[in-house]
C-alpha cells in the first residue's frame, strides 16, 4: 500500500458526459501527478500540481483539467468524454519541496479504470 | 522530449533464472532512473532507483545499472521467483526548470511483461 488513495476504483459512463476523478496523496507529499495509461499509448503524464498550484503539463487534452485543494487532495475532471478515452487513470505523489535536483520518488495509487461506452 | 525504449515486451524466464531488462533514454540532461513494477489491478510500485551520479545499485535480487555515455540503463533480476511475474516498467526524469524550485518529468518506457515459471 503506497498511502496514495483514488476514487473511485471503475468508473463507467457514456460519450459525451464529464466524470471527476479523486486523489488523496500521502501524508505529508505537496506534489501530484496525474498518469494515463493506455494499451497503445502506456504511462502518459497528464499534469503535476504542487501545494495548490499547477507545475507542469504533459500530454493532457484541452477536455481535461485538474485542480489540487488546500487540503491537497486533487480531482481530475474529464469532459465530453470519447471512446478513446477509456483507460486506467493514476495519480502519484510525492514530497516535492522544490529544491534539489534529482525527482523525487513518485509514490502511485491503484487508479481509477475509466469505461467509456 | 525525453523517449524511454524498452525491451524486451516480453520475456519469460524458469524459476531461478535472472532476467534482465533493458531501456535507452535520448535525452543527456535526464538524471533519474526508477523501475517500477506493476501486478493486474494495480497501480505501479517502485522497486529500484538510481540518480545519474552512480554506476550501479543493489537491493537484494535486483540491481540497476546505469551507462551515461551510452544512454541505457538495465534492470537486473537473480533468482527469480513466481512473485515476480509482473510488468515492468522504466522510466527517466527530466528536469523542466520553472521558477519557485524544479519540475521534474517522468517519461516512461512501453512496459516489459516478465513470466517467471515454476
Known amino acids: 500500500d503506497s498511502g496514495v488513495t483514488q476514487t473511485p476504483k471503475h468508473l463507467i459512463t457514456a460519450t459525451g458526459q464529464r466524470v471527476t476523478l479523486r486523489c488523496s496523496p500521502r501524508?505529508?507529499?505537496?506534489?501530484v501527478y496525474w498518469y494515463q495509461q493506455s494499451l497503445d499509448q502506456g504511462l502518459q503524464f497528464l499534469i503535476h500540481?504542487?501545494?495548490?498550484?499547477?507545475?507542469a503539463k504533459g500530454n493532457i487534452l484541452e477536455r481535461f483539467s485538474a485542480q489540487q485543494f488546500p487540503d491537497l487532495h486533487s480531482e481530475l475532471n474529464l469532459s465530453s468524454l470519447e471512446l478513446g478515452d477509456s483507460a486506467l487513470y493514476f495519480c502519484?505523489?510525492?514530497?516535492?519541496?522544490?529544491?534539489?535536483?534529482?525527482?523525487?520518488?513518485?509514490?502511485f495509487g491503484p487508479g481509477t479504470r475509466l469505461l467509456v461506452l | 522530449g525525453e523517449n524511454v525504449e524498452q525491451h524486451p515486451s516480453t520475456l519469460s524466464v524458469q524459476e531461478g533464472d535472472s532476467a534482465v531488462i533493458k531501456c535507452t533514454y535520448s535525452?543527456?540532461?535526464?538524471?533519474?532512473f526508477p523501475w517500477y513494477k506493476q501486478e493486474l489491478g494495480k497501480g505501479p510500485q517502485l522497486i529500484i532507483d538510481?540518480?545519474?551520479?552512480?554506476g550501479e545499485k543493489k537491493d537484494q535480487r535486483i540491481a540497476v545499472t546505469l551507462n551515461k555515455t551510452a544512454k541505457h540503463f538495465s534492470l537486473h533480476i537473480t533468482e527469480t521467483q513466481p512473485e515476480d511475474s509482473a510488468v515492468y516498467f522504466c522510466?527517466?526524469?527530466?528536469?523542466?526548470?520553472?521558477?519557485?524550485?524544479?519540475?521534474?518529468?517522468?517519461?516512461f518506457g512501453k512496459g516489459t511483461l516478465l513470466t517467471v515459471n515454476p
Open positions: 535525452d543527456s540532461a535526464s538524471n533519474y
Open positions: 538510481i540518480r545519474s551520479n552512480v
Open positions: 501524508s505529508g507529499d505537496l506534489s
Open positions: 502519484a505523489s510525492s514530497s516535492h519541496r522544490g529544491v534539489g535536483m534529482y525527482q523525487e520518488t513518485q509514490y
Open positions: 500540481y504542487y501545494n495548490g498550484e499547477e507545475r
Open positions: 522510466a527517466a526524469s527530466t528536469s523542466l526548470g520553472g521558477s519557485g524550485g524544479s519540475n521534474y518529468k517522468l517519461t
